[in-house]
């Protein structure tokens, strides 16, 4: 079966660090990738999506991704995180032909120290 | 565009017992997916409706089931519900009239069974 690893689950950064959050999925096939994030009290929304094209995806509030195929990868990024990022981050995969079904990972909690 | 929206937002029920759920999607979107959260298992697909026809279902047991009307709102009924029931419901529409797209997610039900 599919699965999607994200490999912490809280990060405590400080304000201005940078951030990178791990994401891996288990699916030869093709796949469309995706990054949801939670903020407190908040419902789940969308931060970026990779399709096709470009492997580097910028979303919403600086961040990035990067889909590395090989790796089976979809890190997201970004330079200097904010105390306003303090939230839930999933990663999510749907395999091409699944309707509707996004397979998520356990998610990271990102806490930012002002 | 108003967004994703769920009635009720937090339900109490006793053991045994039946509820349904309701999802009205972003106008124009005629897909919806249901998702169960907990602490434990995480987000799970339950099922994915698409013009009044489930075109995708998760692992989960019968009891779980769905419906959408012609006008793309969907409804979820859990029958004899268990204690393991509890869980934030959250519905996500999309266009889905090819792929790939992206979901977008409402803010949930919070579902306690006592």
């Known amino acids: 079966a599919q699965s999607v690893s994200q490999h912490n689950h809280h990060v405590i950064l400080s304000e201005a660090a940078s951030l990178e959050l791990g994401c891996n999925y288990s699916y030869g096939g093709t796949v469309n990738l995706f990054w949801y994030v939670q903020y407190p009290g908040q419902h789940l929304q969308l931060l970026l999506k990779y399709f096709s094209g470009d492997p580097l995806v910028k979303g919403i509030k600086g961040f990035e991704a990067e889909f590395i195929k090989s790796k089976f990868s979809f890190n997201l990024r970004k330079p200097s995180v904010q105390w306003s990022d303090t939230a839930e981050y999933f990663c999510?995969?749907?395999?091409?032909?699944?309707?509707?079904?996004?397979?998520f990972g356990k998610g990271t909690k990102l806490s930012v120290k002002p | 565009k108003a967004g994703v929206t769920q009635t009720p937002r937090y339900l109490i029920k006793t053991r045994g017992q039946q509820v349904t759920l309701s999802c009205s999607p972003i106008?124009?979107?005629?897909?919806v997916s249901w998702y169960q959260q907990t602490p434990g298992q995480g987000l799970q697909f339950l099922f994915e409706?698409?013009?009044?026809?489930?075109?995708n279902k998760g692992n989960f047991p019968g009891r779980f089931s769905g419906r959408q009307f012609s006008n793309s709102r969907s409804e979820m009924n859990v029958s004899t519900l268990e204690l393991g029931d509890s869980a934030l419901y959250l519905c996500?529409?999309?266009?889905?009239?090819?792929?790939?797209?992206?979901?977008?997610f409402g803010p949930g039900t919070r579902l306690t069974v006592t």
């Open positions: 996500a529409s999309s266009l889905a009239n090819a792929q790939p797209y992206e979901q977008y």
């Open positions: 106008s124009g979107h005629r897909s």
């Open positions: 409706y698409f013009s009044e026809t489930q075109r």
């Open positions: 999510a995969v749907m395999v091409r032909g699944s309707q509707g079904n996004l397979i």
